[in-house]
Each structure stands twice: as structure tokens, then as C-alpha cells.
């Protein structure tokens, strides 16, 4: 204990649990509470308790608590969550939701602050260009899980550790094929993204096989909003990128053609066909899928727009209220389903402070761009690659949020917070920012090869 609490020891300790949840945060596992409630616990939700109490410690010994001010504004968040419900509770034309389900959304969107702020925390500990190689070990981890999932599947393999993912769509180590795709279409541009910074060719190749199977892995998922959303971020990356680097892009779509070809291949032998199939019948089904969601979107809006547009009805009160709902707007929606819009789900269940108050660290993040802007642009070579990224990134994910509900998704929470810490930490050194981890102490760089301090283990 009391090497932990020696500040060489406590940065190792910290460095160490904050690499784990990087690559485990995607590790997932579907607990019922009380068969009332169904939440997804990730492997790192586990290792969070250390992390959190390795954190208040190192704020002990150095006497400080960096982006406090960020843990207080999104508490409001909690405050919000709980105005809106007891308010909802105590309107009798409101149907109010059971206290556990309640509850247990409060608890959800804690979490998601507590994976927030542990993402801001890491850059003081793990240097950037570590980030991206851990990453891409949890990613591996997930794609590996999938296929072996799909390859169980077609040859009736028993293996117990799997028996809960055994699909006919890609899972990963999910339990819904659309938040997968979600989470394939953030990590190819993470990969991408660091493709273009990374200097070792090992890590290069590794990335580029990624990225391959990520876009042939994106069609198995048969999630529609997940691929029209992929789609949409590519464009967006290319027509950003195009203008310094076209024949870069002309490789990248012959190489990504070759990877849908790869993944047809994969298909046939493996599953006979059965995965196209499924999404070619899908598309042609758009249209069911869209009322479904247009019905759904419909009720959210006259929960929130039209009766309830500051406080909504109370968080976790959509599913008990939407069929009443239906039913005077004459629409016919499926019982006690989530609204499938993340933006107008918010909004019926927490009106428009609890949209804004959602989204303070994307609007801190933007404003940081904005007003930094002149600089960013002087040193672009720099944080070309960074930006382009982060932009088909919010493209891809801001469509599927039409589609899906990723409000609670902990890699979202916990990328939003790494991002926030390097664009506030942005000119401390542009000319070596793969390389760096900003100090929890001093707000300044600690460079790879400065010899006197950091372990190995964190890069």
C-alpha cells in the first residue's frame, strides 16, 4: 500500500487499470435485473471501482483534481435525470415507469459520466500513440470473439464461453448486431486515423488488417442504419481527405472493394449465403422498418414537442407511455420498445435541458475547435489525420442515432473524454503530439524518451 501510494507507483497503477479498460470496455454481457430490467454489464465495469479509487488517491498525493470543473457539470446531468422523474412520478397523466427501471437508468448514465472522466484522465497517463495500439487490441478481441461466434454457429460447435453470442448476425461481444456496427464504424476510423500517424510498420500492417476485416465485418452485422451510417462517414472522410491525398483514397476503396469481396466469400462458405440474404431482404423491407421507426418518432415528438418539450415525461418513462400515445395519434408501434431515435428519445424522456445538458462535453469539445481554430489550421500536417477522423466519426455515429439509442454506449462516453483532454491539451506541443501524456500534476508534456521517469508498459 505504501508503494501504491508513492506517486512512481500510483502512475504505474493507474497507467495499468486505465489500459485494461481500454481494451475491455467492449466486452459485454447482458444481466436481467429482477427480470424487470435488462443491463449490459462490460468486463471493464469491474475494473472501474480500482480505477476510481487509484484516482482519489492520486489526487490526495498531488493535491489537486484535474477537470474537476468537468465532474460538476455533468452531475447537473444526475440532478436533471432525477428532477424529471419524480416529476413524471408525481403527474397522474403520466404513466411512471417501475423505481428499479427507473433507477437503473440513473445508474447507466452515472456510469457513462464515471467512463467520461476516467477518458479524460488517461492521456495524463498513457501517451497517444499507446492509446491507439491497446485500442486496437480490444478491437481485435472483439472481432476475434464474433467470428469464432459465426464459426461455432455453422459447424454446431459446443464452446460454453460462447453460447450466449451464438447468432445468425455478427455480435463481437455485443448482444445486438446494430450497436456493433456502431462500434465497427468507430474503430475503423480510430484505425484509419492511425494508420496515418503511426510509425512502426508492425502496428501499421495490424491496423490495415483491422480496417479490412472491419469493412467486410460491417455487412454480417445486417444492421441497416449501421451500414447506411458506415457509408456515410467514408464519404465524409473522403471528401475531406480528397483534396491532398486522392491516390491514398483510391487505394483505400480498391482495397475495401476487395474486402466485401473477402466477406461475401466468407458468407458462402461459412453460412451459405444466409447473411447477404438476410440484408438484401432487409433493404427491401425498408419501408417496414420505416414506419416502425417513423411511428415511434412520432409519439417521442408529442411526448416532448408538443406536452412536455422542458422536462419530458421522465426518464425511463417512454416505454410505459408510448401506447397511449399511439394510440390518440392513430400510428401502430410495437409495446414496450425504446423510441430508436437517440435525439428524440432524449427529448421525450428529458425534454430539451436534458439534450443540452447530454451533450456539454461534444459542445465543450466544438467550442475548444472553434476558438483555437487559427492554430489548428497553422499546424494541420499535424492534426490533419486527428480531425478528419473525429469528423466521420460524429457523421457515421450521428446517423445511426437516428436509428438506434447510443446514449448509454461506454466506448462514446469514454473516447468523448479522451478527445476532450487532447483538444484542451492540444498546444502544448504540436510537433511531437503522438508521442506525449500530459502530466496530472503540471500541465505540461512528458515525453517517451525522457528517461527518468514513466514504466514501459504505458509507451
Known amino acids: 500500500m505504501r508503494v501504491l501510494l508513492e506517486r512512481g507507483g500510483l502512475r504505474y497503477s493507474l497507467s495499468l487499470i486505465f489500459i485494461l479498460i481500454i481494451i475491455s470496455s467492449n466486452i459485454m454481457k447482458v444481466v436481467n435485473v429482477r427480470d424487470i430490467v435488462a443491463v449490459n454489464i462490460a468486463l471493464s465495469d469491474l475494473i472501474i471501482p480500482f480505477a476510481v479509487i487509484l484516482l482519489l488517491s492520486s489526487f490526495i498525493v498531488n493535491k489537486s483534481i484535474g477537470g474537476f470543473r468537468y465532474i460538476l457539470i455533468m452531475m447537473l446531468l444526475i440532478v436533471w435525470l432525477i428532477i424529471t422523474s419524480l416529476l413524471g412520478d408525481a403527474n397522474k397523466f403520466i404513466v411512471s415507469n417501475s423505481w428499479v427501471y427507473v433507477v437503473s437508468e440513473w445508474i447507466k448514465t452515472f456510469a457513462c459520466i464515471v467512463y467520461f472522466y476516467?477518458?479524460?484522465?488517461?492521456?495524463?497517463y498513457v501517451s497517444v500513440k499507446w492509446i491507439f495500439r491497446y485500442y486496437s487490441v480490444g478491437y481485435f478481441i472483439f472481432l476475434s470473439y464474433g467470428y469464432l461466434s459465426l464459426y461455432a454457429l455453422r459447424f454446431e460447435i459446443d464452446i460454453p464461453i460462447l453460447q450466449e453470442k451464438v447468432s445468425n448476425y455478427f455480435l463481437g461481444t455485443y448482444h445486438d448486431p446494430n450497436h456493433a456496427a456502431t462500434y465497427i464504424t468507430i474503430s475503423f476510423f480510430i484505425?484509419?486515423?492511425?494508420?496515418?500517424?503511426?510509425?512502426?510498420?508492425?502496428?501499421?500492417?495490424?491496423?490495415?488488417?483491422?480496417?479490412?476485416?472491419s469493412f467486410g465485418t460491417i455487412f454480417l452485422t445486417d444492421s441497416r442504419a449501421g451500414l447506411v451510417g458506415f457509408v456515410v462517414a467514408l464519404l465524409v472522410f473522403c471528401i475531406v481527405s480528397l483534396r491532398n491525398h486522392f491516390r491514398y483514397i483510391i487505394t483505400m476503396i480498391w482495397s475495401l472493394m476487395l474486402a466485401f469481396?473477402?466477406?461475401?466469400?466468407?458468407?458462402?462458405?461459412v453460412n451459405s449465403g444466409k447473411f447477404m440474404y438476410s440484408l438484401y431482404t432487409g433493404f427491401i423491407r425498408f419501408?417496414?422498418?420505416?414506419?416502425?421507426?417513423?411511428?415511434?418518432?412520432?409519439?417521442?415528438?408529442?411526448?416532448?414537442?408538443?406536452?412536455?418539450?422542458?422536462?419530458?415525461?421522465?426518464?425511463?418513462?417512454?416505454?410505459?407511455?408510448?401506447?397511449?400515445?399511439?394510440?390518440?395519434?392513430?400510428?401502430?408501434?410495437?409495446?414496450?420498445?425504446?423510441?430508436?431515435?437517440?435525439i428524440i428519445g432524449l427529448f421525450a424522456e428529458v425534454g430539451i435541458v436534458g439534450i443540452l445538458l447530454y451533450f456539454i462535453p461534444i459542445i465543450i469539445i466544438v467550442i475548444m475547435i472553434f476558438e483555437n481554430r487559427k492554430y489548428i489550421m497553422s499546424n494541420w500536417a499535424t492534426y490533419r489525420a486527428y480531425f478528419i477522423s473525429i469528423v466521420a466519426v460524429f457523421a457515421g455515429v450521428g446517423i445511426q442515432a437516428y436509428a438506434l439509442n447510443i446514449e448509454n454506449r461506454r466506448t462514446l462516453w469514454l473516447l468523448t473524454g479522451i478527445i476532450l483532454c487532447l483538444v484542451e491539451h492540444m498546444r502544448i506541443n504540436s510537433q511531437n503530439f503522438i508521442d506525449f501524456k500530459i502530466s496530472n500534476s503540471r500541465d505540461r508534456?512528458?515525453?517517451?524518451?525522457?528517461?527518468?521517469?514513466?514504466?514501459?508498459?504505458?509507451g
Open 287 to 342: 419501408e417496414e422498418g420505416y414506419e416502425i421507426r417513423k411511428g415511434l418518432t412520432l409519439v417521442a415528438m408529442e411526448m416532448g414537442g408538443y406536452e412536455y418539450p422542458v422536462t419530458g415525461i421522465g426518464r425511463g418513462n417512454f416505454i410505459t407511455n408510448s401506447q397511449n400515445y399511439a394510440e390518440k395519434l392513430g400510428v401502430v408501434i410495437e409495446r414496450n420498445i425504446p423510441p430508436h431515435n437517440t
Open 191 to 213: 484505425l484509419l486515423c492511425g494508420v496515418q500517424i503511426e510509425k512502426l510498420r508492425c502496428y501499421k500492417f495490424f491496423y490495415l488488417v483491422l480496417i479490412l476485416v
Open 445 to 458: 508534456i512528458l515525453l517517451r524518451d525522457d528517461k527518468k521517469k514513466t514504466p514501459e508498459i504505458v
Open 118 to 124: 476516467i477518458g479524460y484522465q488517461i492521456p495524463n
Open 261 to 269: 469481396f473477402g466477406a461475401l466469400i466468407f458468407d458462402v462458405v
